[in-house]
């Protein structure tokens, strides 16, 4: 999600991402430390919205069950952790991101561990960090607008809009069988002359509290799962004159768990490749720019990289966007566009004249567009309110996004929601 900056309240000094936790924090936090110091500090925000949508599903003919179109939404999330520097230049610390989950009732809400982290480094050299925690493709995001309204389609507010109505979004961050939550290592070097590079490694999709970690499974499954994942990235950022530039390169590749069973009737996966890169040029108070991503992956079911079914297709998308400062207002907006091999189906609707190939995928490719535009006012330091407007477009010959079957209806569905909210942080 977007980097926002929440200034620290119960901290002797330092500074946290919207996102929540990264190794770039951690690698600059301990900066304004002295030998011998420590930093505690314990962040939050409280983020609500308001909003109106509408999508083709709103009323599922299959089910009878009709979606309100005007909704609230909200939650709470803590970030507590520390960083100190040891008398011989040591810097090290830990950090941790606490979540609500989506419980219907106040009583049903429980709070989880989504990342904690520990790392160890030294300025000159860089920092090690491991845990669950980011790795290079969400540190060096780049070209992505999303720090205007809630996020484009990468925020929160779009929860509102029924699952199936969300055009997948192709560079999302918080997916957790991706990045966030899965636990890795990460190696993030100094930055020299505006250029910092990063490794990161996941043996598997899974949390630090999970062991053992399967290599092969006969039960089937759904969208595979990736292993042994390499995550090697870049950023540079400088300014010429008047002119602030910055670009973001990432390449991600995994082998797979093997599946002796059958994956809802998918003959098999590729291993994963993902190749992404983005750039933004900045004068004044305007940005413009955006990024692009390709290669063997898929992500059925939105924010959860999976792995390309054989018999499927590269997938493939770009965003393009501005945004411009003016004061305590970001505007922005987005547009992207995103190619995949798209929703497995779960079977055929009888007499749709629907047919499944013999990969066991439908006959159309998956493609999604979406449009984001708003605004962010900053209130007071701490207080943000935002103002979002969405518009969404999924598409996949003989998939029925109603159902989840093969079909001949629904292949193309609409969204769009206008909402506001608000977040508080300390």
């Known amino acids: 999600m977007r980097k926002l900056l929440l200034g620290c309240a119960a901290t002797l000094t330092g500074m946290i991402g919207y996102a929540g936790l990264d190794a770039a924090h951690a690698q600059t936090a301990a900066t304004n430390l002295s030998p011998g110091q420590v930093s505690v500090r314990l962040n939050g925000r409280v983020n609500w919205y308001a909003g109106i949508e509408s999508s083709s599903i709103d009323s599922n003919s299959s089910t009878g069950q009709k979606t309100s179109t005007d909704s609230f939404l909200g939650y709470m999330r803590l970030y507590p952790g520390f960083d100190g520097v040891a008398a011989n230049g040591l810097h090290y610390g830990a950090a941790a991101e606490i979540r609500m989950n989506s419980g219907q009732s106040a009583s049903d809400e429980t709070l989880y561990v989504f990342q904690a982290y520990g790392y160890l480094g030294l300025p000159q050299l860089g920092q090690v960090s491991f845990g669950q925690q980011n790795g290079p493709s969400v540190l060096f995001e780049t070209g992505f607008f999303e720090g205007f309204n809630d996020g484009g389609w990468n925020g929160d507010i779009e ?39 990063a490794l990161g490694f996941t043996p598997n999709q899974t949390a630090s509290n999970y062991a053992p970690a399967v290599t092969s499974s006969a039960t089937p499954i759904s969208g595979g799962m990736p292993r042994n994942m390499l995550d090697i990235g870049g950023q540079y950022t400088g300014k010429f004159g008047p002119l602030g530039v910055q670009v973001g390169l990432d390449y991600t590749t995994a082998g797979q768990v093997a599946n002796t069973g059958d994956p809802e009737g998918v003959t098999g996966y590729k291993n994963m490749s993902i190749f992404t890169g983005g750039a933004t040029v900045t004068y004044g108070g305007l940005t413009i ?43 922005g907006g987005s547009f992207f566009r995103f190619n995949q ?28 567009d979406g449009v984001a535009a708003g605004l962010t006012y900053t209130l007071v330091p701490g207080v943000n309110l935002f103002a979002d407007y969405l518009y969404g477009i999924r598409q996949q010959g003989g998939y029925n996004f109603e159902t989840g079957n093969a079909g001949t209806e629904h292949n193309q569905i609409q969204s769009q929601l206008f909402g506001v909210g608000t977040q508080i942080q300390w």
Do not use: R
């Not at 509102?160 to 069988?177: H, L, R």
């Not at 798209?342 to 013999?358: E, F, H, N, R, V």
């Open 159 to 197: 929860g509102m809009v029924p699952a199936a109505a969300n055009p997948v979004y192709p560079f999302p961050d918080s997916g957790s069988a991706y990045d966030q939550a899965s636990d890795k290592i990460v190696y993030l070097s100094p930055t020299i002359s505006g250029f910092q590079l």
């Open 289 to 331: 720019g955006g990024n692009a991503v390709t290669g063997a992956f898929n992500m059925a079911d939105g924010f959860t990289f999976q792995l390309e079914p054989d018999g499927g297709s590269k997938a493939t998308g770009f965003l393009a966007g501005a945004q411009y400062t003016m004061g305590p207002v970001v505007f």
């Open 341 to 368: 091999t798209g929703d497995l189906p779960g079977g055929i609707d009888t007499g749709s004249g629907a047919t499944i190939t013999s990969a066991g995928l439908t006959t159309g490719q998956q493609q999604n």
